[in-house]
Structures are given as structure tokens and as C-alpha cells.
């Protein structure tokens, strides 16, 4: 698998519940960054997990890393249809120089 | 919030015509960047730039390409001679430092269409 690859590819869910979207990557990382892109929109930065963090918390949106699996998970609490996008996870790598490599993307349908 | 201002946000240029695509990244920011996302594929990074002169490039950012810092507010990215296969929204970032620093902030993006 490729650096940043999440699963499931597409996920459809109730408006009300709960979406969780997951991240593998093969390198070690400095942080994990997720974002949200809308249809043909740009990329919207949610929240930054770094090297050293287990959980951080924004809102409704609840991120995890396990280093030791090489994976992260993006959980979104009571969804909301304007929560439709795409879900992209982005490793920024330890040791080169600043960059983002990004994973296919979850595209998330919340129906109404 | 500040923010990252791309332009135009939409360019459509015959095969072979030079482009150049504008980014005004946030002021404080040090390090900036281009990615593209040609439909329904993945992002990709392209090149960082810092202390005016290129850090980093990918293999996609061949000869064709060059960036540019040309006052203390915009940030270019020309390509010389455009290829069907430009086709892509190219997406411009600033980050205010390197490595664990943070996050980045990324522009709407430019939508170019080569035909």
C-alpha cells in the first residue's frame, strides 16, 4: 500500500451518526493531517495529529494515531448532511524536508 | 483567519502556451508550496520553496516547470509549455515552518484546463 491510504473508499451514512474513516502509512512521520475537500473545492485543513500524540479532539471531529500500527482514524460525531466531502489524510515525513503526501481520499455521503 | 489567495481560479490555455499560476501566501509564512490534483486522482506534491530557492521537488516537476518568488508577496508557478496531461487543479500552501511545526494553509486552487 501507498504512504497515506485510507479505508474505506466510500462510506455512506445517516445523518446522526457517526463516521469513521481510517489512514495506514508506511514512514515514519512527524504528523498526520487531515483534510476536506468539497466537490472541485479546495483543501480545507481539519485537524494535525503530531508524532507524539495518541488523541486530539476538535469540535466534532475526534483524530487518533498509533505509530506503532502506522495508522490514524478520523471520527466524525453526529454527522451532518454538510459533512458530504471528500476525506483526505496527509503524512508530513520525519527526517526530509516539509512536505504532505496525501492518500486517495474517503468520499463521505451523509444523507439527510 | 488569514488565507492563502490563489489566482485565476479558473485558466484554459491551448497545448503549448506558457501559464503561469499566482499564489499571495500568508504573510508570516516561510515556506510554500505547489500541489496539483488532476480529477478524481490523488494530490501531489510538486515542489517547496524556502529562503527563495527551491527545498524540494518531485519527479512530476520536470524542466516544463519553475516557481517563483518575484516580490515578498506572490509566489508563481510557470509551465512553459503546457501538455494535455497539465490539466489539473494546482493547489498553492504556505506553512509558517518546516517539519513538526504544523499544519499548513492551502489555497481554493486553479483549475487549468490544457486543450
Known amino acids: 500500500s501507498q504512504q497515506g491510504e485510507e479505508d474505506p473508499q466510500a462510506l455512506s451514512i445517516q445523518e446522526g451518526e457517526n463516521a469513521t474513516m481510517n489512514c495506514s502509512y508506511k514512514?515514519?512521520?512527524?504528523?498526520l493531517q487531515w483534510y476536506r475537500q468539497n466537490s472541485g473545492r479546495g483543501l480545507v485543513h481539519l485537524i494535525l495529529?503530531?508524532?507524539?500524540?495518541r488523541e486530539k479532539h476538535s469540535g466534532r471531529l475526534r483524530v487518533t494515531l498509533d505509530t506503532s500500527k502506522k495508522s490514524s482514524s478520523l471520527l466524525i460525531t453526529a454527522s451532518r448532511a454538510a459533512d458530504t466531502a471528500s476525506y483526505f489524510c496527509?503524512?508530513?515525513?520525519?527526517?526530509?524536508?516539509?512536505?504532505?503526501?496525501f492518500g486517495k481520499g474517503i468520499t463521505l455521503s451523509v444523507r439527510p | 483567519e488569514p488565507e492563502v489567495t490563489q489566482t485565476p481560479s479558473h485558466q484554459v490555455t491551448q497545448m503549448g502556451q506558457e501559464v503561469i499560476l499566482r499564489c499571495v501566501p500568508i504573510?508570516?509564512?516561510?515556506?510554500f508550496y505547489w500541489y496539483r490534483q488532476i480529477l478524481g486522482q490523488k494530490v501531489e506534491f510538486l515542489v517547496s520553496f524556502y529562503n527563495n530557492e527551491i527545498s524540494e521537488k518531485s519527479e512530476i516537476f520536470d524542466d516544463q516547470f519553475s516557481v517563483e518568488r518575484p516580490d515578498g508577496s506572490n509566489f508563481t508557478l510557470k509551465i512553459r509549455s503546457t501538455k494535455l496531461e497539465d490539466s489539473a487543479m494546482y493547489f498553492c500552501?504556505?506553512?509558517?515552518?518546516?517539519?513538526?511545526?504544523?499544519?499548513?494553509?492551502f489555497g481554493s486552487g486553479t483549475r487549468l484546463t490544457v486543450v
Open positions: 504573510s508570516n509564512h516561510l515556506y
Open positions: 495529529i503530531r508524532s507524539n500524540e
Open positions: 500552501a504556505s506553512s509558517e515552518w518546516s517539519g513538526q511545526g504544523g499544519g499548513y494553509t
Open positions: 514512514t515514519s512521520i512527524n504528523n
Open positions: 496527509a503524512t508530513d515525513a520525519a527526517g526530509a524536508n516539509s512536505k504532505l503526501t
